[in-house]
């Protein structure tokens, strides 16, 4: 079987799951993390000393230099399209982290770029793999709830991520494209593929930018989908630094012959310490072990995501073509959520409804 080559932009983070979950899929001959590129030189050096890749600060040369099978793009928002397209253009494969872009005309460029060169193009919508998620889609295919009538969707970070993680990208991020994302395509997932057609958004701003960060605390978002149903949507990073939780999220849907309910972030798991205070774990996103050999293992669906594209990368490497790869989301889901989040700012700029449909 094949072992893909593959790189990884963007170190911070998010970028960290990347390295973790190419290098373990090393140790079982899935794949081989080759190279990866970051701007922050110090940090480079950090990644490079525990991971042990060929280190770059310019993403070109790690294209010229590497003989890449697949990339994975874990940039702020707004900068992926960059990346993605120059290596499609050079046949490598891709995964971006969500969302795929915040302009529909940046996600079609990619889509036709990619599908040009017949390039995989892959979105890392993790929810779609988590088990819960994966149960409520099985009830409702089964025809448990009947149809969806309507729903409603949370997702709230604690302060630090915009206020320490990332101040100056925040402000060219919200609440609806750093988090909300992630629940609109979960929607979308869980309904089969269904498509929003409009949408009314409203937000505030207050606790960031009196902190000096220009952004929105939080988007309220009401979409409704081809379906029928309507989902609302709220979404925020202001959560308290003392909150049990980086993220509190969730999602819940009605239909008409039954519900379907996921408290996402208190999965059981609850410690209370004298210096933590109280904290509930996710470990079905992502949990740390040791081998047989002692060395450091990451599961949860944070990293099968990830490790999806790499094992789709070995099918194509083999000779399959990319209808071969079974479902996956695909950069027309990255579109679809695109499309609600753009419909989202659309709203918030112009206090009106807008159709989803024309944009």
């Known amino acids: 079987m094949a072992q893909a080559r593959i790189g990884v932009i963007g170190l911070g983070e998010f970028g960290i799951q990347h390295l973790r979950c190419f290098r373990q899929m090393g140790y ?23 991971f042990g890749f060929n280190a770059y600060t310019d993403f070109r040369e790690m294209f010229d230099k590497e003989n890449l099978d697949g990339v994975t793009v874990v940039t702020p928002d707004y900068l992926h399209k960059m990346f993605v397209v120059e290596a499609a ?20 460029e990619m889509i036709e770029v990619s599908e040009k060169g017949g390039i995989l193009l892959q979105v890392d919508f993790h929810k779609r793999f988590d088990e819960y998620h994966i149960a409520m889609r099985q009830k409702i295919e089964a025809g448990d709830l009947g149809e969806i009538e309507y729903g409603y969707a949370h997702m709230e970070d604690r302060i630090e991520v915009p206020r320490d993680w990332w101040p100056r990208a925040a402000e060219k991020s919200s609440p609806a494209w750093f988090l909300g994302i ?53 979404t925020s990073w202001i959560m308290p630094d003392p909150f049990e939780a980086i993220v509190n999220q969730g999602i819940r849907l009605v239909g008409t012959e039954g ?14 310490t004298y210096g933590e205070g109280m904290a509930t774990h996710n470990k079905s996103f992502l949990r740390e072990k040791q081998d047989k050999q002692g060395r450091q293992i990451f599961e949860g669906y944070g990293m099968d995501s990830i490790a999806d594209f790499a094992r789709n990368v070995n099918v194509l490497i083999d000779g399959g073509s990319i209808a071969d790869l079974g479902e996956f989301p695909t950069a027309y889901d990255g579109l679809e959520a695109t499309r609600i989040g753009v419909g989202v700012h659309k709203s918030l700029d112009t206090g009106e409804l807008v159709d989803l449909t024309e944009l």
């Open 28 to 50: 079982w001959g899935e794949a081989q993390l080759v190279a990866a590129c970051d701007m922050n030189e110090e940090l480079l050096q950090k990644r490079q000393e525990e």
């Open 259 to 272: 519900m379907l309910e996921c408290d996402s972030q208190d999965r059981g798991t609850i410690t209370c």
């Open 89 to 108: 253009e050079r046949g490598i494969h891709v995964l971006s982290e969500k969302p795929l872009d915040v302009t529909m005309e940046g996600c079609r």
């Open 182 to 234: 992630h629940f609109y395509d979960l929607a979308r997932f869980l309904m089969g593929g269904a498509k929003g057609v409009r949408v009314w958004a409203t937000g505030a701003r207050k606790k960031l930018p009196s902190l000096g960060v220009e952004a929105w605390d939080s988007i309220s978002a009401k979409v409704e989908f081809d379906n029928g149903s309507t989902v609302m949507f709220d």
